[in-house]
Structures are given as C-alpha cells and as structure tokens.
C-alpha cells in the first residue's frame, strides 16, 4: 500500500515538473545574450520597452478599479438615501408583576404565586440622636434670631462646652 502510495506521489511530482517546464517555454522564452555591447544595449532597450507597457496597463488597471470603487460607494449611498430614514416607534414600559411574568414565561399550566413582600420582616423605625436634635430644634427662624449678633455667638459657644 505504501508503494503504490510512494510511486503516486512520485508520479506526480514528474508531471507538474513536467507542466512547469511546458509553461515557462510558452510564456518565458530562454534568453539569448548577445556578445557585442550594442546588441546587449538593444536587449536593454527592448526590455526597457516591456517594462514602460506592463507599468502603463497596471497604472491603467488602477485607475479603473479606483474609478469603479468611487461608483460603487455612490450607488451605496444612494441606495442609503433612497431607502430613506427610518424612524424608530418610541418603546413602551410594560408594567407586569412578577406573577404576570412568570405566567407568560412558563405559561398557564404553571400556577406559580410569587409575593415578594410576604416574606418581609416588619422593622420598626428608632430614633437616632440626630432626628431628636432635629425635632427639638423647632422653628429655624428662632433659632437663627437667637444665634444672630455676638450674643447667640457667646450662646453657641456656652451650649457647646
């Protein structure tokens, strides 16, 4: 299996060697050197020759696809345009409770009641130190009069110490 394999393998290599060979006597033919100097400079002008058209069709070739792809963007953009600008519908709140969500996830076989507030403990409120101050301050604008003038300055710094 494994030589049959090897002769393939070997077979095939031979045939694009063989292809290669086909294709660059076509297309590349073998170059002849002449042995005086203006021959040589003739060769060179030839080449030179070649050279300037293969860069005038490549230039060429550049111009177009640059030109097709300015087209292409335009038609895009009239395409855009043409479409027109769509407005997008303003979204609405939809107010569900958690019971109402869970019936149209899991549908009505399922009878799933979720009270949220039923498993709440009851806290009550303490008094902290500052609402009392808050409440036992009273009317604010008493409390300015008194503190206004050096008086309710000297007040202020009696109560403090």
């Known amino acids: 299996m494994l030589q049959i394999a090897a002769t393939e393998l070997e077979k095939d290599k031979s045939r694009r060697e063989a292809e290669k060979q086909n294709y660059l006597a076509e297309h590349c033919p073998p170059l002849h050197i002449?042995?005086?100097?203006?021959?040589?400079?003739?060769l060179c002008k030839q080449l030179h020759a070649k050279i300037d058209a293969a860069e005038e069709e490549k230039y060429d070739m550049e111009v177009k696809v640059?030109?097709?792809?300015?087209?292409?963007?335009?038609?895009?953009?009239k395409l855009f345009d043409l479409r027109g600008k769509f407005k997008r519908p303003p979204l609405r709140r939809v107010r569900m409770s958690a019971d109402?969500?869970?019936?149209?996830?899991?549908?009505?076989?399922?009878?799933?009641?979720?009270?949220?507030?039923?498993?709440?403990?009851?806290?009550?409120?303490?008094?902290?130190?500052?609402?009392r101050d808050l409440r036992d301050v009273g009317d604010w604008r008493k409390n300015i009069e008194e503190k206004s003038g050096m008086e309710g300055r000297k007040k202020m710094f009696e109560t403090e110490s």
């Open 34 to 42: 002449p042995g005086s100097m203006s021959e040589v400079q003739e």
């Open 66 to 77: 640059q030109k097709s792809s300015k087209e292409l963007e335009d038609m895009n953009q």
């Open 100 to 131: 109402a969500m869970l019936k149209a996830l899991l549908g009505s076989k399922h009878k799933v009641c979720m009270d949220l507030r039923a498993n709440l403990k009851q806290v009550k409120k303490e008094d902290t130190e500052k609402e």
